[in-house]
């Protein structure tokens, strides 16, 4: 009888508990199971926008070696403009950039280009951006914009053209001492087998350097 009455105690005592605490505890569950199926959902929609910019990307890549441009820069534009975050949105708007810049459309290349820097995920792909964005406004005659761009460090595999470029934006600005030390560390950071080197040493000669 004693056993009965302490089941009795516990049970009285559960139900207290429940009656206190039984709200919270569903809300609990339900935001568990809310956000584990929000989550599933979310992987689920992340999985098909990859896949969607993945073939779109196939169309840019397929579409500019076949020279058809208008294919190629309205599949790279959807891109960037439905799949910004995707892993293939610098590449495309790189390659919309070139199709563009050969086009001789600079003001949609600058676009693409200052694109592909805002969304470079590694280094090395944002100063190859920077460095194509600085010719591009060299191009442009924005002299102040270019030399702005050029003046950050490069990696060693793009400081020789850099320096070469940063020559050429002050050789245009009339600052001719400072172009000469610009194409020496070009020639220096370029190396002896450049085949660059021949054309930096006749700016230098024309600079009396």
Sequence with gaps: MAFDLE???QLDEAKAWWKQHGNKVIWGVTIFLLATAGWRAWETW?????AEASVLFDRVVDAASMND???AREA????????ARSAYATPAAWMAGSI???????KSARAQYEFALEHARDEGTSQLARLRLAGLKFEEKDLAGAL????APFAPAFAGLAAQLRGDVLV??????AARTAYREALDKLGDKSSLKPLL???LDALGG
């Design 7 to 9: 089941e009795q105690e």
């Design 201 to 203: 040493e006749m700016r």
């Design 172 to 177: 245009a600005q009339g600052q001719n001492d």
């Design 148 to 151: 702005a761009l050029l003046q």
């Design 100 to 106: 563009n810049y050969e086009a001789g459309d600079l």
């Design 46 to 50: 992340n999985r098909n926008q990859a």
């Design 76 to 83: 790279a534009a959807r891109i960037m403009d439905e799949h």
């Design 69 to 71: 441009a208008k294919t």
